[in-house]
């Protein structure tokens, strides 16, 4: 019988908003973040594969809720295993972040697009019957808390904005009471708030600067035509603090083509927030 070879593009609890978090920083020693995963971890796997230095009978690992990012791409993927240590490739700690060059884009996307793109969606919500559609990120995570608003501002965004799209999509742990099971519709799992990123009828993504806004970039609306805004009351995507860092949502892999809108260094009310993405 075969060992099994093992790579590991992910570590952590189960709770994926949970992890020894800190005012100012992430959590990737005992949590690795899904935007963290989604941009280098998993590109970097993908480079591997295709330069044959792993094949598709190596087993994947990674935290539960990511499985889809990768069923389709190899045979085996597995929920992390703190007890598993023999790793063909530990993605993890290799340091992926200077190993990629992005400048001035990804230079294998050519090659891997076909692969990148290929995630497993829920069929059931991309054949939804329904008509343009706003997604809704309220940042809840205890990482880097200074991103977070307080969960009443999307309240009173979401109720300023409900009646301009046929249903307000809202996606983040702890949003669950944002469901009205009406027009407002709170999902729980990323594969769920991938699909409905990529539906047709996307029109728009609104958050402060999180994670899974990078996922518009890579798996947004299947007719490229989503706005993501994002709230940037921090200045992370200045250019003189952090350059041309993809982790700061540099255009360089924004394979859908979105159309993002940056509202920096000012909160606008919920009100005006609203009125803004009504008239884009």
């Known amino acids: 019988m075969k060992e099994k070879k093992y790579v590991l593009c992910a570590r952590g609890s189960f709770d994926v908003n949970g ?3 800190s005012y100012s920083q992430g959590t990737p020693q005992y949590q690795t973040e899904a935007a963290t995963e989604l941009i280098y971890n998993r590109l970097f796997s993908i480079h ?3 330069t044959k230095q792993i094949t598709k009978q190596h087993t994947i690992v990674t935290l539960p809720e990511r499985k ?3 069923e389709n791409i190899f045979d085996n993927v597995i929920n992390y295993d703190s007890r598993i240590n023999n790793y ?6 290799c340091g992926v972040w200077n190993r990629i060059e992005y400048k001035p884009s990804y ?3 050519e090659r891997d697009k ?3 793109h290929k995630i497993t969606y829920n069929q059931e919500i991309l054949s939804e019957d329904i008509e343009d559609f706003l997604v809704c990120i309220p940042r809840l995570k205890v990482s880097d808390t200074r991103r977070n608003l307080n969960q009443k501002y999307w309240v009173d965004f979401i109720s300023s904005i409900k009646y301009k799209f046929d249903k307000i999509i809202v996606f983040g742990k702890g949003n669950e009471n944002l469901d009205n099971g009406l027009n407002v519709k709170y999902v729980d799992t990323l594969q769920d708030y991938c699909s409905y990123i990529h539906h047709s009828n996307c029109r728009h993504v609104v958050s402060t600067i999180s994670g899974p806004c990078h996922y518009v970039q890579q798996f947004g609306n299947s007719n490229n035509n989503t706005t993501l805004t994002m709230i940037d009351n921090l200045g992370l995507t200045d250019k003189d603090k952090h350059g041309d860092s993809p982790s700061y949502f540099d255009p360089c892999i924004n394979f859908t083509k979105a ?3 940056f509202i920096k260094n000012y ?6 927030l609203a009125k803004m993405i009504t008239q884009l």
């Not at 063909?88 to 700690?93: F, G, H, K």
């Open 19 to 21: 992890g020894k978090a």
């Open 48 to 50: 591997l594969l295709q």
């Open 68 to 70: 889809f990012l990768y």
């Open 88 to 93: 063909d490739y530990n993605i993890v700690d």
């Open 107 to 109: 230079p294998h996307y």
């Open 114 to 116: 076909e692969i990148i």
């Open 259 to 261: 159309k993002i809108n």
């Open 267 to 272: 909160l606008p009310k919920p009100k005006d």
